[in-house]
């Protein structure tokens, strides 16, 4: 947008547009399960069998998000998305560093009201690094890390905090955490839900029943700029 002077011609842009083509990926499991377990079993050993691969699925959907290669499957955000802090140290960050990693992140994208009323804008952390974090203080003996609402639904500097198993601890050049608006940065197409189905013939021989679970989705950061990375000096 520009200003124009009374009946002067505007000339116009031409912005850049920025293509992301998703496609869909299988992630599939299989597990074989004895009839005589079933058998034997206190309890219902096919549900507790789907339990357990609802359980997996969600770890390794948080794992592609974070680190898929984008080759035959999902984009993850780390290598994807620019880096807005390397801390001093090889295996420790100061309560500098994370508000200045805060802050990376502009505030049209980290203080987007829908984002941020969806708790779509937030830290991720795995829980060794969250254990360090909390142990953070300010130049005046103030917690970084202060309660919101429910013991689960803690804020660092005012925003929400999600644990992410599949991110690095703090470590030589490690990419310990992630900061911004997922909205924005992120996008994920689910073609197809998870869905678990039995086999009962295909194993008839040897005594076993199958569980077979599938999903297809795909994914990839959209805006960048909506994305930070906190890396440890290496």
Not at 22 to 44: F, K, R
Not at 90 to 102: K, P, R, S, Y
Not at 165 to 192: E, H
Request: aromatic fraction near 10%; include cysteine.
């Amino acid at each position: 947008p520009g200003f124009t002077g009374e009946i002067e011609q505007f000339t116009p842009a031409s912005p850049t547009v920025r293509y992301i083509t998703l496609g869909s990926y299988d992630l599939t499991a299989e597990v074989l399960i004895s009839e005589d377990l079933q058998q034997d079993s206190l309890v219902a050993i096919q549900d507790w069998t789907q339990n357990g691969i609802v359980e997996r699925y969600a770890f390794k959907t948080g794992y592609f998000t974070l680190r898929g290669s984008g080759s035959n499957q999902p984009t993850g955000i780390i290598g994807n998305v620019r880096t807005g802090v390397t801390t001093a140290a090889t295996d420790a960050v100061t309560f500098e560093e994370i508000q200045d990693f805060m802050r990376s992140v502009i505030p049209a994208y980290r203080n987007n009201p829908i984002a941020k009323s969806q708790g779509k804008t937030a830290f991720l952390f795995n829980d060794t690094t969250i254990g360090e974090l909390r142990k953070l203080k300010s130049s005046f003996g103030i917690p970084l890390w202060l309660p919101f609402g429910a013991a689960d639904e803690d804020t660092l500097l005012g925003y929400p905090v999600l644990q992410a198993p599949s991110l690095d601890d703090l470590g030589a050049g490690n990419t310990f955490g992630v900061f911004g608006n997922f909205l924005k940065g992120y996008v994920v197409r689910t073609s197809k839900q998870l869905t678990m189905r039995p086999l009962f013939e295909k194993y008839a021989d040897t005594g076993e029943i199958a569980v077979i679970a599938k999903s297809r989705w795909d994914a990839a950061p959209t805006i960048t700029e909506a994305l930070s990375c906190i890396v440890n000096h290496a």
